[in-house]
């Protein structure tokens, strides 16, 4: 058959009334080409910190990695081993006995093209489609029969050093890209860029796994902050004297914030007394069952305080059951699309935290949620109160189109738009980056041009706020002036 | 006064903006005449088993066996004896005494007409309109007023052959249709039509009422099943046996599910010692409280192992109290409007049977819930990973313009289409059939053409995917494949 | 710069698609000039009582009582003492240390103005602007710049006795303005109407403080019942007298209902044993932790047999945890903007008190949720059963342009239009009253015409249930006739 042509609507994520659509397209003209801001992402530093680096065959650019694009493989009965990826060397699962792990990436491409409808609808498939025909200029419809040609295309565009990862940071117009880094991470691929001058990739400290008083790395999670820091932690407060130190070397290389995910956001103050008794327990080996929720809840408010000393933005994403298939995380490790939300409740949860810190001028947390029924029940009123509380962008399955209607639908008239914290791309998939704020910024138009032909907002108005949620919200969010970052 | 004409849009249900509009009445004038296929209902097979089986008086039709009518009457104060339904022999209860039972079916559709405009913007009154107008010609508006004139129409038209149940199977060129039965029906009804050659109808598996161990029935339950098994139950193992044994006669009358209906979507898996203490107490009559609930959780995911050897799909239904409305029940039974949703957990509760066999390809269950906030929280992430999961459509209260239309819109970007179950119409109300499966083809079309016009998906994805929506996904849900049921 | 026009579109709040904007203004129109019929609000009747009472300031107008107005500017980071309120007397706090209250009504104004553009988006700014240019001639935007014009013109309006509060009662075409009183309410103000024949205000009983038992001021509180009783309350008998008899003071002068705030639903039948006990123990301030919850929840029911008894109609608004904030709480006092939303659950914990009395001709409850979730989930079906139960109109947060387009999307097609209680406007704030009715007459004409244009709704069925919305519904929930009040 004719090769099926492969466009995009200049208008998509518009509503097709033609007054708000005239609105939309007017208000998306102005912030289109605006830089992007990156204030929360996971790209790996080493992409950019190696000038030599490259994004690999387009298995590995787009499928491999993606936990997005695994799970709907997945769901469909396909194998991780025939996409490509590894099991663990622990491995010795029955099920997977048999299937032998993919090594020909034309041919992962080509089951992955098989499966291409399954995405339609998806955002996903949206900023697959976007980065495929603007960014790659692919020009056929992905299918099964195409999916060789496309490949060749691909791979000789990958090939170019135009599609080196420096060359597309330039051209993606990154004004700023932050990374999220373990506590215990030594940094050297960010003191690599900022000794380049490249400072506008910067680290976030994520110290989770130094949490997990349970799990059986944290013993080695300790004795890597021991090294990390130069500190050695033998007690709880030679452990908070570590993580200070931390968070110091972070801010050393330009973090805006520290980054924390809890399937609870349950806070608690314990005294010093029960916290350093049960941090010996956890170094003794002893922790108790409860200890580790306990002492999660306590050092979210320790972050807090930590926060208002140091500057740091906090960031908290809560609600997500990690691994909820165990066996694919014991054969494939974490991230590989089996983390499934659960129901969260913020408003007693976080009420320890927010009584300690909600009205301190200097504390500034932006709460993530997968569960959309806390946005107008306790999210949007926590935000419209306290000082230091923001709303993060819609979060992970929730960042698409309607995703973002739903979010505005539901947050803005009790938070208000200056409460929010515009967007982020929350993505491993660099060269997917352009592609998702593409989405938010037409979304946000077009949710705007809904308020103007609804009398709801001045042109004016919106023309302003058009630019706030593109770049705007997010650089006050982040504590970053527009006048640089 | 006039008679006020009544007439259905031929654009009802459809976006008014035109050209959303144009492309809606395009899909669904490529779907509309599509055969209908039912996989889950609750009509009585007899009804099409007797070929002398006629649809009754048009009461008997429309307002006494129908709990969504009886719901909406009685929330206006209407006794239910008002409307012809008896007490039970036991029925002590004061506060019925003095309202005698309506006779005169003519009396009943009085005060049904008298309270139709309660029906405005409800699905009840969307069906009961398609079906009056297009199914039976009433011409005039149903009000107090023209009562009589409709009943009069309506009685000539059901005393007419051609309004026999079987004539109208053909005339609504079902495909297939679903019962759902009890585990302890002889399945007399069904054997007759097999005998016959009516393979169309099919019988579905449940067995709820074997797994309610503290209810006063449990020991008759348990008698039933071993007379229709000829499987003595004595112990647990029996039990099992006898279960299995009555999937196998179900599945050889052509049965394609089996359906689960439970408070809650909690599964554990017991130890076969716990299993066989717990259900030898039950049989001793000494079940203690929180055996039931334990039991059933574990038989949750015992059924999902016998899903996997015979092949039937598992259906579960989660999150209805039944009964809410004490004094109703006791007065007359089961099923008559008062049963009220419940918050439902789905991501812990269903851990432990996905990973037993959420990744097993001989595996298959549909996910129905009342919880619309599990959609896009919990719902939409399983069915995206999982390869057995799929979601069930919009639900009982959410068989609705609006309930589509947020499925739509929470369901489809994570979970994607293909992880969905297409439409049932789950309904004992066989003359509404037609109306319900439009209102799903309706809708469905005006949402992928909205899909269109935002420039999502492109028109030959939406005309398959309009295909998909109206019968592609049901009979792939249910395993009967394109080719013939 | 020159001053910028400030106008409200005729259209506003309706969908901009023309067919269907056709029919919003046509609805709108008949309904528009309706007068206003307000059940449920928090004006204070001295306002009414007193003919010489005046608005105050614009900033005692508009900013310093209303916690819509306080929340959002403490978001911002402005601290109360900056609003004018001041800290009570007991405040020892030491954030507040060096802050003064401000005294000059301009400033806080200008303050006011200055954060302005927060209020985009929102229903508060939407009230506001409505209030400032139709109520108050208002012609250029407030902003920081014009914020000193804008005072002096407001200044000049409220001098005069055209904008009295009686002058702007008459004005608004008020039929009905029910207060919420306290149960031990001496209820001077509404006597001293009533003796003036100004009987269109009414007392709402509300006893939630004699229901804490284990609050320090609840001793005070019983003691304010026995005096105004005229009962002395010695025991859980006395008690109840006392209640009953202050119910008869309430219904003497023209009270419609009783409205109860709970954090949650919970109800559930003591013994009048167990029910004696647990006063007895709390007059001696021997209160247990749970005694206080087990007795609103046994309160809950009794109160419901009183609505049996003496027919006024029972609210209950659950759901909000008040004072999240404890700092503020304990510096301003209550109802300053810090009370946040909780899940809310119905199902099960409505089910004692509406197998008692739900279905019980006499009784009428309206439930309003900060919940959301629980619309389609809990409130509607349970509505659509109970002859009892309506659903009161979206409350607080919820009473929004996008609150009420999520309400009639999620509540009418399960619950009916017949089984919800219009819209109430439940405001402290007297001048926003026409604003707040228009808003939602402006939402539910756009809801109806998106039926009608979609084939759901014939044209003269949504002229009718357009003043149902309007005022029909709920003088219908409160049982005040058509007729007159």
Same mark, same amino acid.
């Given at each position: ?39 929360? #992402?996971?790209?790996?530093? $080493? =992409?950019? @910190?190696?000038? /030599?680096?490259?994004?690999?065959? %387009?298995?590995? *650019? +787009? ?84 999916? #060789?040609?496309?490949?060749? $295309? =691909?791979? @000789?565009?990958? /090939?170019?050093?135009?599609?080196? %990862?420096?060359? *597309? +940071? ?89 980054? $924390? ?225």
């Amino acid at each position: 058959m004719a090769p099926l042509p492969w466009t995009l609507s200049p208008d998509r994520c518009f509503d097709s009334e033609p007054s708000r659509r005239a609105v939309a397209r007017e208000l998306y003209g102005q912030v289109r080409d605006l830089p992007l801001f990156c204030p929360h #992402g996971h790209v790996s530093p $080493h =992409l950019l @910190a190696d000038p /030599a680096a490259r994004l690999g065959s %387009p298995a590995e *650019l +787009f499928i491999m990695p993606d936990h997005y694009v695994l799970r709907m493989l997945v769901s469909q009965g396909l194998a991780l081993e025939q996409l490509g990826l590894p099991t663990r060397p622990s491995d010795q699962h029955p099920h997977g006995a048999g299937v032998p792990v993919e090594t020909d990436h034309r041919r992962i491409w080509q089951r992955f093209a098989d499966h291409f409808h399954c995405f339609r609808g998806t955002p996903t498939g949206l900023w697959l489609q976007a980065e495929l025909v603007e960014l790659f200029g692919v020009t056929e419809r992905l299918s099964a029969e195409s999916a #060789g040609r496309i490949y060749d $295309h =691909l791979e @000789a565009r990958l /090939a170019d050093p135009t599609f080196a %990862p420096r060359a *597309l +940071f330039k051209r993606f117009r990154i004004e700023l890209l932050a990374t999220t880094d373990a506590a215990t991470d030594t940094l050297a691929a960010h003191r690599a860029l900022h000794a380049e001058g490249l400072t506008t990739v910067r680290p976030t400290f994520r110290p989770d796994a130094l949490l997990a008083l349970d799990a059986p790395d944290w013993p080695d999670q300790i004795a890597r902050l021991s090294a990390v820091a130069g500190v050695e932690v033998v007690d709880y407060h030679s452990y908070i004297v570590a993580l200070e130190q931390r968070r110091a070397a972070f801010k050393a290389l330009g973090a805006l914030a520290t980054d $924390h995910g809890v399937v609870s956001p349950y806070s608690a103050r314990l005294s010093e007394r029960e916290a350093e008794a049960i941090f010996t327990r956890a170094l003794r080996g002893q922790a108790r069952a409860a200890d580790s929720a306990r002492f999660t809840a306590h050092m979210l408010i320790e972050y807090a305080r930590m926060s208002c000393e140091d500057g740091l933005v906090m960031q908290l994403h809560a609600g997500s059951l990690r691994n909820h298939h165990q066996a694919l995380a014991a054969r494939f490790g974490p991230d590989r699309g089996a983390d499934i939300p659960l129901r969260t409740e913020w408003t007693r949860n976080l009420r320890p935290l927010l009584n300690a810190y909600g009205a301190d001028p200097r504390f500034r947390i932006i709460l993530f949620t997968l569960d959309e029924s806390s946005y107008s029940r306790e999210l949007a009123p926590l935000a419209g109160y306290y000082p230091a509380v923001l709303i993060g962008p819609p979060w992970w399955f929730h960042d698409s189109v309607n995703g973002m209607r739903r979010y505005f639908d539901q947050v803005i008239e009790t938070a208000g738009i200056y409460n929010t914290a515009g967007f982020n791309d929350d993505t491993r998939a660099f060269a997917s980056i352009p592609a998702r704020h593409d989405v938010w910024r037409r979304v946000s138009c077009d949710w705007l041009a809904g308020q103007v032909v609804q009398g709801l907002l001045a042109e004016d108005e919106a023309v302003d706020l058009a630019h706030q949620l593109a770049i705007g919200l997010a650089k006050r969010a982040y504590r970053v002036e527009a006048g640089g970052a």
